[in-house]
């Protein structure tokens, strides 16, 4: 089946500095990742759509700024959150679709980022 | 305004009985659905989909129905196991499935199975 790998699985970092990141999907080549965001018990909010060889596409009310998208290639896609702040602290998730309509998403195993 | 709703945050099931887990809807361009289940930590585990062109799906002791008119779809999962004991979330899509669209999920029912 589809995988897909994440790393780092968890980050702690100070105030002001940026964090990277990295999606990868590892058996299959997608051209879309999602990157998602979840606070504790709380649902997964979808931050924006990763489109390999253009520019990410942001919900609403995420700071495009702030968190840089860059899908560089068909197999990995990055997240990079700059200036980070303890707000920003939470679990970052990233997703594809492996191929075949009968391939449901494939999640990564989330990111916990920690802003100090 | 969320359009993928779970009212139940927690579901108390026998190990062995059938667990029901209900997810609504709003967005009447949501044509495909997805349930998946989590543990703290980790990422969403896919377990089974459907698109709105049925109204069952099943593999194994999951099977999901799906109410397009009551904009309404059901997980069922039986018999219940310990192992079943996860948060699980409820996800739809306006892309068919195609791939291009991310999902929007409700906010997860933590099911607990008791021996």
């Known amino acids: 089946g589809a995988v897909v790998s994440q790393h780092p699985s968890r980050v702690i970092c100070k105030s002001g500095t940026s964090v990277k990141i990295e999606c990868r999907s590892l058996?299959?080549?997608?051209?879309?990742m999602f990157w998602y965001r979840q606070f504790p018990k709380q649902s997964l909010m979808l931050m924006a759509t990763s489109n390999e060889g253009s520019k990410a596409t942001y919900e609403q009310g995420v700071e495009k700024d702030k968190f840089l998208i860059n899908h560089a290639s068909l197999t990995l896609s990055t997240l990079t959150v700059t200036s980070a702040h303890p707000e920003d602290s939470s679990f970052y998730i990233c997703?594809?679709?492996?191929?075949?309509?009968?391939?449901?998403?494939?999640f990564g195993s989330g990111t916990r980022l920690t802003v100090v | 305004d969320q359009q993928v709703k779970q009212n139940s945050p927690s579901l108390s099931v026998q190990e062995g009985r059938i667990s029901i887990l209900n997810c609504d809807y709003t967005n009447s361009m949501f044509d495909y659905f997805l349930w998946y289940k989590k543990y703290p930590a980790e990422g969403p585990t896919f377990l089974i989909s459907i698109s709105s062109i049925k109204d069952k799906n099943e593999d194994g002791r999951f099977t999901v129905f799906l109410n397009k008119s009551a904009k309404h779809l059901s997980l069922h999962i039986v018999p219940s196991q310990p192992g079943d004991s996860a948060v699980y979330f409820c996800?739809?899509?306006?892309?068919?499935?195609?791939?291009?669209?991310?999902?929007?999920f409700g906010k997860g029912t933590h099911l607990i199975i008791q021996p």
């Open positions: 996800a739809a899509s306006e892309g068919a499935g195609g791939g291009a669209d991310g999902l929007t």
């Open positions: 058996d299959f080549q997608a051209t879309t």
């Open positions: 997703s594809a679709r492996g191929p075949g309509l009968n391939y449901g998403y494939t």
